[in-house]
């Protein structure tokens, strides 16, 4: 009896749509009868026999360039054209990954060599001694686990990979987070320096007018006429006469020398 195949879900899903837009009359001329008997066996069985898996990989190869076509693209409004159809009914997805059952059909293919490859291994029978019979076994034993080791070995070294991408990112996380919090920490010390040169000033110009109240004398405005607004002491008599806010905080950067200068 022939060797039987169980297909996955995908591929029994894709061959069963095939068969709907067959019976709509869209899968063209091309389509042979065997493609159709092999879809069915595949939407409604589950299974497909052991020289449907092996031709599975050649055909999409083959035909992957008719998906090009604009009808077999599912976002066209004439989808699905006949290229699309023979695609679903050989199993193959018209979205996403294109070639999952082409590449699921040679997984599979190798899988059956290496299970014929075992049993097709010198049995006891064959040999002269037992001694000899065990060798033989021992032997396609250890083929078996070496391909397992390599497969396994192959995987370790993808996630390492993957995993050292990741503490690179986390890595770059963490310096920018550092620069953060340093630029945050000069900011603040600025800001608490400008308080303080801002309440000195403060202070100054109210101990001043206590000295001057002390002893008897007013303040004298001078005269607009022949004050230097750019003077030194013009521009700290605007600082200290202007209301708290933005505008301060502005005039107080652009002049920081002459206001901060010792007198």
Do not use: C
């Amino acid at each position: 009896m022939p060797l039987e195949v169980e297909v996955p879900k995908f591929i029994r899903d894709n061959a069963a749509r095939g068969l709907r837009y067959h019976e709509e009359g869209k899968s063209g001329d091309g389509v042979t009868d065997q493609t159709i008997r092999e879809a069915r066996d595949m939407a409604e069985e589950g299974r497909i026999s052991e020289d449907k898996v092996r031709r599975m990989g050649p055909w999409f190869e083959r035909h992957q360039g008719d998906m090009s076509a604009p009808k077999n693209d599912p976002d066209n409004e004439d989808f699905p054209g006949a290229g699309a159809v023979a695609w679903l009914l050989w199993g193959g997805s018209t979205s996403g990954d294109k070639m999952d059952a082409a590449k699921w059909a040679q997984r599979e293919s190798e899988r059956l060599d290496r299970e014929s490859a075992f049993y097709s291994a010198p049995t006891f029978m064959e040999h002269n001694t037992i001694e000899e019979a065990l060798a033989a076994v021992q032997a396609s034993l250890a083929e078996a686990v070496t391909t397992r080791d390599d497969i396994a070995a192959k995987a370790v070294e993808a996630a390492e990979s993957h995993k050292a991408e990741l503490a690179a990112r986390d890595t770059k996380v963490a310096e920018l987070t550092a620069a953060l919090d340093a630029s945050a920490k000069v900011v603040a010390e600025l800001t608490e320096k400008v308080a303080g040169l801002e309440s000195s000033a403060i202070s100054s110009s109210e101990q001043a007018a206590a000295i001057a109240a002390s002893v008897g004398v007013d303040p004298v405005e001078v005269p607009a006429a022949v004050t230097d607004d750019n003077s030194p002491d013009a521009i700290r008599a605007k600082f200290l006469s202007m209301p708290f806010g933005k505008e301060r905080q502005a005039f107080f950067a652009k002049h920081r020398k002459v206001i901060s200068a010792v007198r």
